[in-house]
C-alpha cells in the first residue's frame, strides 16, 4: 500500500495502531517538504519590546473563577480528592495521638472516648457523626461511580448521563449518611 498525502490521515483514522512509526515518519516528511521555510528578521530591543508588546494585546484574558459554571461531576471530582484527604489525614490524626498518648498520659481508650462521646448533646452527637459519615459514604460511591465510568463505554457517551450518576452519587451518599447517623 502506497503512502500517499490523502490515504495518511483516512488510514490513521481507521487503524492508527497501523504501521505508527512509518506514518509518523511519512507524516513528518511531508511537513519538511511543504512547510515554507522561516524568515528571520532581526530586530533591535526596542522593535522587540514593541512587537511584545503588540502581541500581549491581542491575547485572550482568562476567565476569572468567578464567572465560571461549576459543574456537579467536576466538582464531585474535586470532593473525591478531599474526602480522601479529610478521611486519611483524620486516620493519621488520631493514630498518632494514639500512638504518642502514652507519652503524654492522655486517656484515649475505647471506654474513655465513649464515655466523652455520651456527655455531649444530641446535636453535637448527631453532627459529629455526620461529619465522619458523610465523607466516608461519597468517598466510597464516588470511588464505585469512578470505576464504573472509566470501565463503561455507554456512560462516557452521554453527558447528560455522567450528570445524572454525579447526581445520584450526591443523594445516595447524604441518604446513607443519615441512615448511617440514624440507626448507629
Known sequence: MAL???SVPALYARRPLLFPARTAQYVQQLRWTTTAPLKIKSRTPEEGRALLA???LRRPVAPHLSIYKFQVHSVSSAMERNTGILLSGSLYFFATGYLLS?????DLSSASLVAAFAGLPLVAKIGLKLALAW???FHVFNGVRYVITAVGTQTMRSRE???RIAWGVVGASFVSALGLVAFY
Open 4 to 6: 500517499t498525502p490523502r
Open 54 to 56: 503588540q502581541q500581549r
Open 102 to 106: 502514652p507519652l503524654f498520659e492522655w
Open 135 to 137: 465523607p466516608f459514604t
Open 161 to 163: 448521563q455522567v450528570v
